[in-house]
């Protein structure tokens, strides 16, 4: 959490520290995903979608931590101008833990700003 916020605060360093900090305390699809979003931080986005994507790729612990890497996933690959994959990536989230507030309305969010204001709508209403 605190991490999160010094990413909000505009304090990538220190959320990095934060990150690896919770190495031997977490999953590692949790800590991995944590340190994705310090580096795209730090300037390294390229690299940081490859790590996250990476790590999806492999065994997660749990469908929760899972959909959070995958809704990460997707914000890389928006900032990145890959709309084929950021509209994936929000799908996996949302399908991984649609009863998830967050994960439906920023999966709606990005269908809105795509024009696609029927499919908003449903995954608003209802997740799926």
């Known amino acids: 959490m605190r991490a999160q916020v010094r990413l909000h605060l505009e304090q990538p360093d220190a959320a990095m520290r934060d ?3 919770l190495t031997p305390v977490v999953d590692i699809a949790t800590a991995t995903t944590c340190i994705a979003q310090a580096r795209a931080a730090l300037g390294d986005l390229t690299h940081a979608y ?13 469908a929760v931590s899972a959909s959070w890497s995958a809704g990460v996933a997707a914000e890389f690959a928006a ?8 509209d994936r990536w929000f ?3 949302n399908r991984l833990d649609p009863g998830s ?15 696609n204001h029927r499919r908003a ?3 608003a209403s209802t997740g799926t």
Not at 50 to 62: K, N
Not at 79 to 84: F, I, T, W
Not at 101 to 115: E, N
């Open 19 to 21: 990150c690896i900090a």
């Open 91 to 93: 799908d996996v989230a």
């Open 50 to 62: 490859a790590l996250v994507t990476a790590i999806l790729r492999s065994p997660s612990p749990d």
């Open 79 to 86: 900032r990145l101008g890959d709309n084929a994959a950021a």
């Open 101 to 115: 507030h967050f994960t439906r309305i920023s999966y709606a969010d990005w269908l809105l700003w795509q024009g």
């Open 121 to 123: 709508l449903q995954i």
